[in-house]
C-alpha cells in the first residue's frame, strides 16, 4: 500500500489550512464603515488653497484595523478636479473609530476652472470616489469603497440694482 510523498502532502495540507482559516475569519469579518464628515479650507498660498477632506471610519470588528492607503479622485461640476493617494498610516480601533483626513492642494489655476463652470452650473456639485485599504490578518488588504456626491454650500449672492 502506498502512502504518498509525504513532502508533498503537508504543505497541501497546510495550505488548506490556511485557506479554510481565511474563509473562516472573512466570514466573521464585516467591513469598517466609511463615510465623509467634511470638505474644510484650512489655509491659502501663493500656489492656491489647502483642504482637508475628513472622512469618520467605524470599525466593528474585534481587532484594531490598520489603515494602509487611501486612494481618491475629486470631481466639480462632472469634471475631474483632484486625484491623490495618502499612505499616512491609521489604526482604527477595535469596535471604535477614528477620523481620517486627507490634506489636498487646490491650485488656483483648478479654482478658476470651476469659477467658470458657474455660469452653467449656479449650484456646483462634488464628488468624491475613495477607496480605503485595510490590512486585515490572515485576509489580507480588504478595500473599501466610499462615493459622496454633494452640493457646494455656497451662499446666495444678491447683488445691487
Same mark, same amino acid.
Given at each position: 500500500m502506498s502512502r504518498g510523498n509525504p513532502r508533498i502532502g503537508a504543505p497541501a495540507v497546510a495550505l488548506l489550512g490556511l #485557506? !479554510?482559516?481565511a474563509g473562516c475569519v472573512r466570514h466573521f469579518f464585516h467591513d469598517p464603515k466609511v463615510a465623509l464628515r467634511e470638505a474644510t479650507v484650512t489655509g491659502f498660498s501663493s500656489a492656491g488653497a489647502y483642504l482637508s477632506l475628513d472622512f469618520d471610519v467605524l470599525n466593528p470588528n474585534r481587532v484594531t484595523l490598520p489603515l494602509r492607503g487611501v486612494d481618491y479622485k475629486v470631481w466639480v461640476n462632472g469634471a475631474r478636479f483632484l486625484e491623490g493617494t495618502e499612505s499616512k498610516p491609521v489604526d482604527v480601533p477595535a469596535h471604535g473609530a477614528a477620523r481620517v483626513? #486627507?490634506? /489636498?492642494? #487646490?491650485?488656483?489655476?483648478?479654482? /478658476?476652472r470651476v469659477l467658470k463652470s458657474l455660469k452653467d452650473h449656479p449650484r456646483p456639485i462634488y464628488d468624491i470616489e475613495? +477607496?480605503?485599504? $485595510?490590512?486585515?490578518? !490572515? !485576509?489580507?488588504? /480588504?478595500?473599501v469603497p466610499v462615493r459622496e456626491h454633494r +452640493?457646494?454650500? $455656497?451662499?446666495?449672492?444678491?447683488?445691487?440694482l
Open positions: #485557506l !479554510v482559516l483626513t #486627507l490634506p /489636498v492642494t #487646490l491650485r488656483y489655476d483648478d479654482f /478658476v475613495a +477607496e480605503f485599504r $485595510f490590512a486585515v490578518p !490572515v !485576509v489580507g488588504i /480588504v478595500r +452640493e457646494i454650500p $455656497f451662499p446666495d449672492l444678491k447683488l445691487p
